[in-house]
Every structure is written in structure tokens, then in C-alpha cells.
């Protein structure tokens, strides 16, 4: 027996660099999958580089703690 659990990051891209259409999940931590409204509006709408995730990575970390 063993577990998976993980992160899942998709959005789309514009000429820019430009995030849109953003979805963030968490799966396998909680008893079922769940999005992470907040980290996703962090990151929709903004250039994607390394500031633009570790924003949005530090918002999924707040929620974490609520999640378990």
C-alpha cells in the first residue's frame, strides 16, 4: 500500500507570458481533490515568472494549513 499525493498546475499562456484560464489542485492530502481558488487568482491575469510563483506557492502553503 502505498500513497500518491501531489499538486497540479495548468493555465494558459499569451504572446506576453500572461497567465489565464488558471486551475491549481491539490490531490491525495485531503479526502478529496481540491482547487486553491486563492493561489489560482494570484497567478491569473500575471506575467509567469519566478516571482508570480513563489506568490502563488506561498498562498497554497497558507491553505494547506487549513486543508489538513
Known sequence: ???VAGIMACFDLDAQ???S???IAVFGATDIP???NKA???LD???VDA???EAAAAIAMVRRSMLL
Do not use: P
Open 40 to 42: 489560482e487568482a494570484a
Open 51 to 53: 516571482a508570480a510563483i
Open 45 to 47: 491575469g500575471k506575467r
Open 1 to 3: 500500500i502505498f500513497a
Open 17 to 19: 507570458g500572461v497567465a
Open 34 to 36: 481540491r482547487r486553491l
Open 21 to 23: 484560464n488558471t486551475h
